[in-house]
């Protein structure tokens, strides 16, 4: 109805996945990335997560569409299916003819089958979507499937897409043999405010448009309240919003026109927690891949610990093109700040820290590392601090902590002497890997001291080390905690993180 009021060719807000419109920003591009190069060269079951409506099923057929030749896939759709239903699907897409065959007569026709493809140089990867809705025992048998291999190598490769859910499931008892399978976790992020922006304009744009942006600053400010930043909820409000604006015969979406939009679709703003403002904000994650998040909280919404469901990365994986980060953490006490300029740091050896080389020799990033804790309220900041938490333990960290030089870095602000720290850290060579607690896609030195002075508070300051670092071109700061001899040392050491920032942030492994 609107096309042609518009310029447009189709309508630029569909919810259903056409990968023409697959948005590369918020880690997705990155997610992508890794998936394919986790298929092409490593072994292990893939869980990705993401709340309804974040674009799994987008991230899916685009999966389908860029894996190598030699991959074969097979799709399921269907999560309800039993175990025997399944087995009967699996067969079915390689082709096979087993009628009413036994389970176990099943079970050796498709390795049969997989050993058949395995030496004519291909690979099977069966992709779950709705894999939350998967019942136990249908779960346990991909497990069996995943076993089969052909001397050391692997038939087949699984990859589950699934919401939140699917890690409260994969935590019972009972699952744990398949959750020590899964190699690699990635998580779709929410929309940030700036990446939802860019997301916007992107779908206009692949919809034929070619004329300025049309969402105003506030327009897209309540988008963001209304949607929680979900992709799927994101294009129902512009959708009606854009039908809105063609009523009124404009081509300015106005913050008016959102709110009919709100009305019609029954959303409302989620700017509001147990009486506490959330501030909007910016970080990623590309990475790199954790525990569930929303971009703002609904009320009573959140019961999943995060702390018990940490997702992190393993060494083996490049890292992807940094994408904007998400804006929001779904908890007071993990509330993003919003981008700022990059302030000029107040000494000369602040700017050579800064000027210092931003990309570290080898670094492992997740899609759903989550940003810094928002210090624009009191009250958010309290929660951080109150009741310090033990130190973690001394085992993990076999690597003593970076020295500063006592008598230079004593007369630096607490931002310039973790800076410092920062720097000698790169320089260590018996150190491989630190705990990433998030990372700013701008450097912003009044913010980050605050949550310095917190740090020392909490008796974790010497633990804390800045990192110049450059996403999209900007340059950023990557703030980790600990130093380790191992991936799997700061893997371990992520448990013994201090309570309040296991709370906090979605710690993910970072290596040098």
């Known amino acids: 109805m609107y096309l042609e009021h518009f310029g447009l060719n189709e309508p630029p807000f569909r919810i259903t996945p056409i990968t023409v419109f697959f948005f590369s920003g918020a880690n997705r591009g990155e997610i992508l990335d890794a998936l394919i190069y986790s298929l092409s060269e490593a072994e292990g079951i893939i869980k990705v997560s993401g709340e309804v409506g974040s674009g799994k099923t987008m991230l899916c057929r685009m999966l389908l ?60 990867v069966v992709l779950v979507d709705e894999a939350h809705a998967m019942p136990l025992d249908t779960l346990e048998e991909l497990r069996l499937l995943y076993n089969l291999q052909v001397g050391n190598a692997k038939l087949l490769q699984i990859i589950l897409f699934g919401q939140p859910e699917l890690n409260a499931k994969l935590d019972q008892p009972n699952m744990r043999q398949l959750k020590d399978r899964i190699v690699h976790h990635f998580h779709m992020q929410p929309l940030s405010r700036n990446a939802l922006e860019s997301y916007l304009m992107f779908r206009m744009r692949a919809a034929g448009y070619h004329g300025p942006n049309i969402f105003s600053p506030d327009t897209v400010k309540l988008i963001a309240s209304a949607s929680n930043g979900l992709m799927r909820r994101v294009n129902i409000l512009a959708d009606k919003s854009l039908l809105a604006a063609f009523v009124e015969d404009t081509h300015d979406i106005k913050a008016r ?37 929303a971009w703002w909280a609904l009320d009573k919404q959140r019961t999943e610990d995060r702390g018990q469901n940490t997702e992190i990365n393993v060494a083996s994986l490049p890292a992807p093109a940094t994408a904007t980060p998400p804006a929001d953490a779904p908890h007071a006490i993990a509330a993003q700040p919003e981008s700022l300029p990059v302030p000029t740091p107040g000494t000369e050896t602040a700017q050579a820290a800064v000027n210092a080389s931003t990309a570290p020799r080898s670094i492992v990033t997740r899609p759903d590392n989550l940003p810094a804790p928002a210090s624009g309220t009191e009250a958010v900041q309290a929660e951080v601090v109150a009741n310090p938490p033990p130190q973690p333990g001394q085992a993990v960290a076999a690597v003593p902590p970076v020295a500063d030089n006592d008598l230079a870095i004593s007369k630096l602000s607490l931002f310039e002497q973790r800076m410092a720290a920062g720097k000698q850290l790169l320089e260590q060579k018996n150190t491989v890997a630190s705990i990433q607690l998030f990372y700013n896609e701008t450097i912003n030195q009044k913010r980050t001291e605050g949550f310095l002075i917190r740090a020392d508070k909490l008796g974790t300051l010497s633990e804390i080390y800045l990192l110049p670092a450059r996403f999209g071109g900007k340059a950023g700061l990557r703030v980790l905690y600990g130093t380790y001899p191992s991936v799997d040392a700061a893997r371990s050491g992520i448990n013994d993180l201090p309570k309040r920032y296991q709370e906090a942030f979605a710690a993910s492994v970072y290596i040098y």
């Open 257 to 293: 026109h959102v709110r009919a939009a709100m009305r019609d679709s029954e959303l409302k703003p989620a700017d509001v927690l147990s009486g506490k403002k959330l501030l909007a904000g910016g970080a990623v994650a590309a990475l790199l891949l954790a525990a569930p998040v």
């Open 65 to 124: 569409e860029k894996l190598p030749e030699h991959i074969e896939t097979i799709y399921l759709a269907n999560p309800s299916l039993s175990r025997e239903e399944m087995l009967y699907a699996i067969a079915d897409a390689l082709g096979l003819d087993i009628g009413d065959e036994r389970i176990g007569v099943i079970m050796h026709n498709i390795q049969n089958k997989l050993e058949e493809k395995a030496r004519e140089g291909k690979r099977v």
